[in-house]
Every structure is written in C-alpha cells, then in structure tokens.
C-alpha cells in the first residue's frame, strides 16, 4: 500500500485535513527519502489550516517538522547516510505524512540522547525559543522579561531558557493549572490574565519600571499591552497570533518609551546552515543538560490530527503534542 499523508484542498476548520494516499518518488539530487517516526504539531500549522496563513499552495500537505529515518539518499548529499536517525523544520510544508522527500539542508542527525518523539515536540519550538533568547534578544542576568502564553509549548522553553540565563521571569496564563506549569517551568512572577490586569500586574511587579523584553505569541488580544508593559528602551518580541492579527498602529506610539518591536521568523534565521546547525546544538545541549525540558506530550495517531488540532486550537492542551504515523 503506498503511505498516508494529511491533505488540505481548501482552508477552513479541523474537517478540512483529510488522511490520503501519495506517492512519494525517489530522491533527486540534494534530497532524502524519510520514513517519519513522530510529527510536530504547532499553531503554524492552525494557521495554514484556517488560512490565517496562505503559505501552502493547495491542495498540499501542511506541517513544518518532523523525525525519522533516513531510508534513501540522493546525489550530491553529504553528511547523511540510510539509516541516520534526523529530525527536520522546514518552511516548505509536507510534515504530515507517513513517510517524504526533504531537503538534506533543512535535516539534521540526532544525537542518542534524544529521542525521536522528544525531538519532533521540540524542535520547532525549542529552536525558536533559542533564537529568542539569544539572537532575536540575547537575554542577560538581571534584565525582566514577559513571557505571554508561559505554559504553552515555546512559552515554557522560554521561561526556563530566561531564568537560567538569569532574568526575572513573569508569565501570564489562562488557568490555575497553567499557572502551576508555568512556575515549575521558572516563572518568578504568574498573571492569571483571566482574572488580572497583566499591565498593571507587570508595573506593580517592576515598581513601575515595566519589563526589559515581553514575547508575544497571543497577538491582537495582548500586542498593545505588552507595548504598555514595556520599560524605557523595551523590546517587544512578536512571533505569533494565536488571538488574530494585530491592527495597524503609527510608529510614533514607540516613541512614548523609545521602545523596538521585532516579528522574527524562525525559518529566516535557520536557512543558513551555520545557524541551523548552532542552533540545533545549542537545543540539543540544553535538553541533555536540563536546562529546558518539555513533559506531557500528547500523542495522537495521524488520522486523528483533526483532534490534535481542535484540542490545540481549543487551548485544551499543556506544553507539546505529536502526531505519529
């Protein structure tokens, strides 16, 4: 039987991802064929689905992450060999499938501390947290930084990536239940930003100071407070929108405290392979070593990825989820 994969022929709600046979073919030059082991699930992904995002030309394969094993090798590709356990991101979609070709530059191997399930939980999330907090804001001992959906999959790598680095960490979270994660995952300081003023909560926090760096994965629904929420020369991290887009607003609103805001992507920064590789490193470094660790991940089947989907969409998850072929 030829494998599975998840297609998309319109955007729309969870019902939309439909479990397809596809051929797959032989690697061409650069390339390598994939038997994936386990699938990243990120709100990227919800995103595309919806189509929040018109970065997937339909119909296709959404998904941005995976692991496997390296079953064929094309021409021209160095470092790999069948056999090789990878894991992979990529900006070119296709993760939700039983087995693909990928680009043998997005692909990187596996060291034996890490498993294949932790590693596809992990790598879009805990290379972006890298990024944040030591490319897009190079966190340094004694700064405060606002950590915004704290309990979330990026959120608590950040929060245990800043507070080792030495900051004060607050967090905002939706729930009792989150705000248990987010302090086991090193928030100094939890906002329930269902019962409490998040600004007010920061600036009591800070004696009136505000936070040298706020990450804001929430989008419409806390941009402009974090901008509140900011010190003189705060930096405003934006890298996601799970609440919607953010509205237009006039530059000189920064000027109020001269502060900068950023929207970095992740898949910007990793297309050069230098960078891919120190980051993945650098993940893979702190999780042997303890310094960012993920637990609870949710598991689903492939065919139930409109499930996984509706429970992260939902907000009914804690930290990571993945599907598995």
């Not at 498993?115 to 999330?125: E, I, P, S, T, Y």
């Amino acid at each position: 039987m030829p494998p599975t994969a998840v297609v998309i022929h319109e955007t729309g709600g969870p019902e939309v991802l439909k479990l397809e046979p596809v051929e797959i073919g032989r690697p061409k030059a650069g390339e390598l064929r994939i038997r994936q082991t386990a699938i990243g699930v990120n709100f990227h992904d919800i995103y595309v689905r919806s189509g929040l995002y018109r970065t997937l030309t339909l119909p296709g394969i959404p998904g941005v992450e995976a692991t496997g094993i390296v079953e064929e090798i094309g021409t021209c590709v160095t470092g790999f060999s069948p056999g090789d356990r990878v894991a992979y991101t990529t900006p070119n979609y296709g993760a939700y499938a039983q087995e693909r070709l990928i680009s043998a530059k997005d692909a990187v191997v596996l060291p034996d501390a890490v498993g294949d399930r932790l590693a596809a939980a992990v790598m879009v999330k805990g290379m972006t947290a890298q990024l944040l907090v030591r490319r897009v804001h190079p966190v340094r001992r004694g700064e405060w930084m606002l950590v915004h959906a704290a309990a979330g999959g990026v959120g608590r790598l950040l929060c245990q990536w800043g507070r080792h680095l030495g900051a004060t960490v607050v967090g905002t979270v939706g729930s009792d239940e989150k705000a248990e994660v987010a302090r086991r995952c090193g928030c100094h300081f939890v906002i329930h930003y269902r019962r409490e003023n998040f600004v007010d909560r920061v600036l009591e926090f800070t004696s009136g100071r505000g936070v040298d760096v706020a990450y804001d994965s929430v989008g419409k629904d806390t941009f402009f407070g974090s901008l509140d929420a900011l010190a003189f020369f705060g930096h405003l991290v934006h890298f996601g929108q799970s609440s919607g887009p953010v509205d237009p607003f006039p530059v000189s609103l920064l000027s109020t405290k001269s502060t900068t805001v950023t929207r970095p992507m992740c898949f910007h920064y990793v297309a050069d392979r230098a960078i891919l590789d120190e980051t993945a490193a650098e993940l893979f470094h702190a999780l042997a070593e303890g310094i960012v660790s993920v637990e609870n991940i949710r598991h689903y089947p492939l065919y139930d990825v409109a499930q996984a989907h509706r429970d992260l969409e939902g907000r009914l998850t804690v930290g990571s989820m993945i599907l598995v072929p």
